[in-house]
């Protein structure tokens, strides 16, 4: 484990004495006195936790994925989580870039990206510019090739009720991946881009007073 670590470690053994020293102090007090520690407590606990613990659990378990003569490094994975975890998206979106980078061939990071720019940005233009440019950007394997389309066709479907371009881009997975369990789950996910379809062309019926 490095300095910083149990730096880290040894803060936290500090406000767990410093808790008890305050209990302590209390315990003999009435109950309302009782409570209104508890409740102090578990508002600054919330905070700290949001704050520093989450991005140090982060730390320490890149460390210990390690053994002790290797250079203890940080998973961005784990920096990304809690960066998700604090609200912090840009940051999170950047150690995502850091995962694809390292990893070019694994498209799960991009695929975190879009969803980011998609659901918490609202910004699903830029989440299907993401997706399109790592899908083009080479030849992939048929599994990974999927996937991507596939996220595609959600944010066309789901975030843009763009049903057609949905449905086309379903189409397409059918085409290139004929026999195949992709194909199969891209027929079953068109009949629900179909249903929806069908369903808001009614409901825009319903209220233009034209069933």
Not at 20 to 40: C, T, Y
Not at 65 to 90: I, P, R
Not at 124 to 136: F, G, N, S, T
């Amino acid at each position: 484990m490095n300095t910083g670590l149990i730096i880290r470690v040894c803060l936290i053994g500090i406000v767990v004495m410093l808790l008890m020293a305050a209990w302590h102090f209390v315990k003999d007090m009435n109950e309302g006195m009782q409570l209104g520690f508890w409740i102090l407590v578990g508002i600054a606990g919330g905070i700290w936790a949001i704050k520093v613990v989450i991005p140090w659990f982060g730390d320490m378990m890149g460390s210990f994925l390690y053994t002790s003569s290797e250079e203890a490094e940080v998973d961005d994975g784990m920096k990304a989580a809690a960066k998700m975890a604090q609200g912090d998206y840009e940051a999170a979106i950047e150690e995502y870039e850091k995962l694809a980078r390292e990893n070019p061939m694994d498209c799960h990071p991009v695929a975190e990206i879009a969803k980011i720019y998609s659901e918490r940005f609202h910004d699903h233009p830029k989440a299907l510019q993401v997706l399109r440019k790592h899908l083009e950007s080479r030849e992939w394997p048929v599994d990974d090739a999927a996937f991507l389309m596939f996220r595609i066709a959600d944010i066309y479907a789901d975030r843009l009720h763009d049903y057609d371009t949905a449905h086309d881009i379903l189409e397409e997975i059918i085409a290139n991946f004929p026999n195949t369990r992709h194909s199969a789950n891209a027929h079953h996910r068109l009949n629900e881009v179909d249903q929806a379809k069908f369903k808001e062309v009614m409901e825009q019926r319903l209220k233009a007073g034209n069933p």
